[in-house]
């Protein structure tokens, strides 16, 4: 059916006592963010729920497009707002009854407001009722091939046919600011989406191999993937920042297995200092313990101790097939095996340590001054806008 309204309910945000109006005016505004080009959306916040108003009626199936990718919605439907009038409300569900007979149905109610008359179960009973009066199909309270959901808020009763799931989490926003170390890879936009759900705005930091290698591949499938997230809330912009140049300069420095330890140290220095001026608080990895060299506790341990800054790891104890399974759930994964070599790739060596010494890896730095090499990569950094016609790098 096609709605000017849509209810929206929420889960976690109903947790947050004194601070909910906080989450809740922080939700309503990226609903707003979500269906701007659509005309502008009026969300007016009602106990326990949001009513959003568009200027016009749109089909059912682009409310679940817009909706469905707003972190903090627990579920939502189109919804016909109306008087809390017992016949009005029994009149709705009649007119809106499904065009061919169905096998059973049932009628939901909640009451928000308990001034009304009427308790949840006697306003499901009586246009239960009416409905098997007109049409003479089976009530099934359990698994119904049909529903009719009633709400009386405080100011309004809304009435509405389908749920449909959000993404559940907390308004992006409401945590603080963090950086995305964007590899490009399977793992690290999954990494970005986890903290969007967590309700960060997260700035997308990509590193490739420039001017050397296929950098321009790389930096056009990072550019794809910050696009096909910002429907979940990543900035329509991305940090490239080319590191070849440093990376030669510690190849020519530095004992081949420790090059890699040394690589990611150099981008979690250049990472904080973007991050710093972004005002953000923490860097975010798409780190998975052990599944690679780099990703042992020991390596993540001599990565992690180049940091001033926390460093957050949401896929820490999920192994590559669930780590896949998101990426196809949120759309990345067919970016992320498109060509374009991660920096990392460049001048790898043929063997990573795996237990790195600490004590070996700053001795190796002071040799290789890694803080005036992380300045070189830094005065190189750009952000890029990221827009709608960006290209998708060809496979």
């Known amino acids: 059916m096609e709605s000017r309204y849509a209810v929206v309910h929420y889960a976690e945000i109903g947790l947050k006592g004194h601070n909910r109006g906080f989450f809740e005016r922080t939700l309503a505004r990226r609903i707003e963010e979500r269906l701007q080009d659509i005309g502008p959306a009026f969300v007016e916040r009602l106990p326990g729920r949001l009513l959003v108003r568009l200027p016009r009626p749109v089909p059912e199936a682009l409310w679940v497009e817009r909706l469905r990718t707003v972190f ?101 926003g409401v945590s603080g600011r963090v950086g995305l170390l964007l590899s490009g890879g399977i793992d690290s936009p999954v990494a970005g989406y986890f903290m969007l759900k967590r309700g960060c705005e997260v700035i997308p930091i990509h590193f490739h191999s420039g001017p050397f290698g296929d950098w321009a591949a790389s930096e056009a499938k990072a550019m794809a993937i910050v696009r096909q997230m910002r429907p979940y809330g990543m900035p329509p912009w991305l940090y490239v920042v080319p590191i070849g140049e440093p990376q030669r300069a510690i190849v020519l420095a530095a004992p081949a297995p420790y090059r890699l330890i040394l690589y990611r140290r150099l981008m979690v220095r250049v990472a904080e200092s973007i991050l710093r001026r972004e005002g953000g608080l923490a860097l975010v990895t798409g780190d998975s313990l ?68 600490l004590e070996i890896v700053r001795e190796i730095e002071s040799r290789v001054r890694i803080e005036e090499l992380a300045q070189q990569a830094l005065a190189q950094a750009m952000r890029v806008p990221v827009s709608d016609q960006t290209p998708v790098p060809i496979s």
């Open 72 to 172: 903090g919605i627990a579920y939502f439907a189109p919804a016909i707002p109306a008087s809390k009038d017992l016949h009005t409300l029994t009149e709705i569900v009649l007119r809106h009854l499904p065009s061919e007979p169905v096998p059973s149905f049932c009628i939901r109610a909640s009451r928000a407001d308990k001034s009304f008359p009427l308790t949840s179960q006697e306003i499901e009973r009586h246009i239960g009722a009416a409905v098997q009066r007109q049409t003479g199909w089976r009530v099934d309270l359990s698994e119904p091939a049909w529903v009719a959901y009633i709400e009386i808020a405080m100011n309004t009763a809304l009435v509405y046919f389908a749920r449909h799931r959000g993404p559940g989490g907390l308004p992006v």
């Open 290 to 357: 052990g599944q690679v060299a780099s990703q042992t506790l020991e390596s993540l341990t001599a990565i992690e101790d180049a940091a001033t800054m926390p460093i957050l790891r949401p896929l820490i104890g999920l192994d590559k097939v669930e780590i896949i399974d998101w990426a196809r759930a949120i759309g990345t994964y067919e970016l992320s095996i498109l060509p374009g070599e991660d920096c990392c790739q460049f001048l790898m060596p043929p063997r990573v340590v795996t237990r790195p010494s």
